[in-house]
């Protein structure tokens, strides 16, 4: 498991994934813009969201770095204004579990972050990725292991998500990877499913 949570290697990966869809995002709305002098509404622009609130929630394990001889587990509620076709704004409410022993650490976890979709609206595509990046603030912190009591952890930190969602009407559901990080850090495979309305 301590592979799953070497600090060197996801920050890069995530790196690469957010250039991609970046690039994805920039070359999509500059196609919208050169066929806009035409007056035709082009095949792929951007149209406005079909939707503008997100609530969905999420389940999620993996590896990380407060008992690398443990797995992480989370559940989570989100909320998401989608405020502009490709880019949205949201708060996430969730519990961490660091191990399935009894004493092991177990956090609430309050986040805020900003979700980019660069597909979101073209045409009637089903394929919506996504990247979610913000900060986490551990609001309540129980349990302790041995090598990190509970004072140890750091209440502030930062988590990154690269989903895939298949859209369908009013429902999405999809993989995620997660990646976050205190004073130590975790990576998890998750689920993700949400109404949008």
């Not at 790196?15 to 792929?44: K, M, W």
């Not at 149209?47 to 590896?63: E, K, M, T």
């Not at 770095?65 to 909320?79: K, N, Q, V, W």
């Amino acid at each position: 498991m301590k592979t799953l949570a070497n600090p060197a290697f996801a920050p890069k990966l995530a790196g690469a994934l957010l250039l991609l869809l970046i690039f994805l995002s920039a070359r999509t709305s500059r196609a919208s813009e050169i066929d806009a002098g035409s007056g035709q509404v082009p095949p792929r622009a951007y149209p406005p969201p079909h939707y503008q609130l997100a609530i969905g929630g999420s389940l999620a394990a993996g590896g990380q770095g407060y008992d690398a001889e443990e797995i992480a587990g989370l559940g989570e509620f989100s909320l998401r204004w989608q405020c502009l076709p490709a880019l949205g704004i949201g708060a996430s409410f969730g519990s961490f579990g660091f191990g399935r022993r009894g004493h092991d650490l177990q956090a609430g976890v309050v986040g805020a972050h900003l979700s980019l979709h660069p597909f979101a609206g073209i045409g009637d595509s089903h394929f919506d990725p996504y990247l979610r990046l913000g900060p986490l603030y551990f609001a309540d912190v129980r349990g302790a292991l041995p090598q990190l009591p509970t004072y140890e952890v750091t209440r502030f930190g930062v988590e990154g998500i690269l989903g895939m969602n298949f859209a369908w009407r009013h429902v999405a559901f999809g993989p995620e990877l997660r990646y976050g990080r205190t004073n130590q850090a975790w990576e998890m495979l998750g689920v993700h499913v949400e109404a949008r309305f």
